[in-house]
């Protein structure tokens, strides 16, 4: 059985006796700190993934680059 003492000035905070942990006792603030780390988790998720696709543009853009300038060569070759 956990004994709990509460941490004076906040009613919500609540300090274990035996572990010295101090504990959150507020559900709504928990659940809203939960879907916080979550959107934060999403948010970077994404950001690494528009990383990635950039980078993936960005050599896609320059193989067809490549290609221009040899479809060039081979039309300059076939004019001669």
Not at 15 to 37: H, M
Request: aromatic share 4%.
């Amino acid at each position: 059985m956990i004994k709990k003492i509460q941490v004076e000035g906040n009613p919500n905070l609540y300090r274990d006796k035996y572990s010295g942990a101090i504990l959150n006792c507020n559900l709504e603030q928990i659940k809203l700190e939960k879907l916080k780390r979550k959107e934060k988790e999403k948010v970077k998720f994404l950001e690494e993934k528009v990383e990635q696709i950039t980078l993936e543009m960005t050599e896609i853009k320059d193989l067809l680059k490549n290609i221009i300038q040899e479809i060039k060569k081979w039309q300059q070759m076939a004019a001669t």
